[in-house]
C-alpha cells in the first residue's frame, strides 16, 4: 500500500449535481495530483498541487476545481455533474513536484 | 505534442510464457521520465519503474525487465516466466519537465494468465 486514501470509495449521484472527493496524501508529500479514468481508458490528468497551489491543469473544464490544505491532503469539487463525468477518479502524491507519483485506490462515481 | 501509445489492447498468455509490453512514446523534450503502472482488478495503480531520458540502461527486476531505447522511442515491459498473479492492466506513462509532473497515459494493455 502507498499510504494515499481516498474517500469515498463509491458515489452515486444523479445529472446537475455536485459531488466532493478527498484525498490524504503519503506522509511527507507535498505535492497532489487528480486523474480521470474512464471505463477502458488510461487516466486523464485533471489537476495538481504543490504546498496549496495549483501547478498545472489538464483539458477539463472550470466546472473541475481543486483545494489543498496545509497538511497536504486534497479536495477535488465537481459541480453541474454529466453523465460523462462517471469515472474512476484517481488521487496520487509525490514527494516533490518533480518525484514519482504514488496513486490511492480511487473513487468510483457514477453519474445517473 | 505528447503522445503514449500501447497497441497491444489484450494479450492472452499461459502460465510461464515470457511476455512482452510494448511502448511508444512522443515528446519534443529533451529531458522527460517514463513510467510503467500495473492496475490490478482493485483499481489501484501500482508503481513499477520510472526511467529519465538519460539513462538508456536496461533494468531487471526479479522477472521484470525493461528496455528503453530513444532511437525508436520506445520502452517496453517484459514479464519472464508469468504468473497468473500478473493478470491486470498495464499502464505506459510520459512527464515532461516542462509540463510539470502531469502524467500522460497510454490506454494500457490488459494482460491475462491462465494457468
Known amino acids: 500500500e502507498t499510504g494515499v486514501t481516498q474517500s469515498p470509495t463509491h458515489l452515486i449521484k444523479t445529472r446537475g449535481q455536485q459531488v466532493t472527493l478527498r484525498c490524504s496524501s503519503q506522509?511527507?508529500?507535498?505535492?497532489v495530483s487528480w486523474y480521470q479514468q474512464a471505463l477502458g481508458q488510461g487516466p486523464q490528468f485533471i489537476f495538481q498541487?504543490?504546498?496549496?497551489?495549483?501547478?498545472g491543469r489538464g483539458n477539463f473544464p472550470p466546472r473541475f476545481s481543486g483545494l489543498q490544505f496545509p497538511n497536504y491532503s486534497s479536495e477535488l469539487n465537481v459541480n453541474a455533474l454529466e453523465l460523462d463525468d462517471s469515472a474512476l477518479y484517481l488521487c496520487?502524491?509525490?514527494?516533490?513536484?518533480?518525484?514519482?507519483?504514488?496513486f490511492g485506490p480511487g473513487t468510483r462515481l457514477l453519474v445517473l | 505534442a505528447q503522445k503514449v501509445t500501447q497497441a497491444q489492447t489484450e494479450i492472452s498468455v499461459v502460465e510461464k510464457e515470457d511476455v512482452t509490453l510494448d511502448c511508444v512514446y512522443e515528446t519534443r523534450d529533451t529531458t522527460y521520465y517514463l513510467f510503467w503502472y500495473k492496475q490490478p482488478p482493485s483499481g489501484e495503480l501500482v508503481f513499477l519503474i520510472r526511467?529519465?531520458?538519460?539513462?538508456?540502461q536496461n533494468e531487471i527486476s526479479g522477472r521484470y525487465s525493461w528496455n528503453f531505447q530513444k532511437s525508436t522511442s520506445s520502452f517496453n515491459f517484459t514479464i519472464t516466466a508469468s504468473q497468473v498473479v500478473d493478470s491486470a492492466v498495464y499502464f505506459c506513462a510520459l512527464s515532461e519537465n516542462q509540463a510539470g509532473t502531469a502524467l500522460i497515459f497510454g490506454k494500457g494493455t490488459t494482460l491475462s494468465v491462465s494457468s
Open positions: 526511467r529519465n531520458s538519460f539513462d538508456e
Open positions: 498541487y504543490y504546498r496549496e497551489e495549483e501547478n
Open positions: 496520487a502524491s509525490s514527494f516533490e513536484i518533480q518525484e514519482t507519483q504514488y
Open positions: 506522509s511527507g508529500h507535498n505535492t
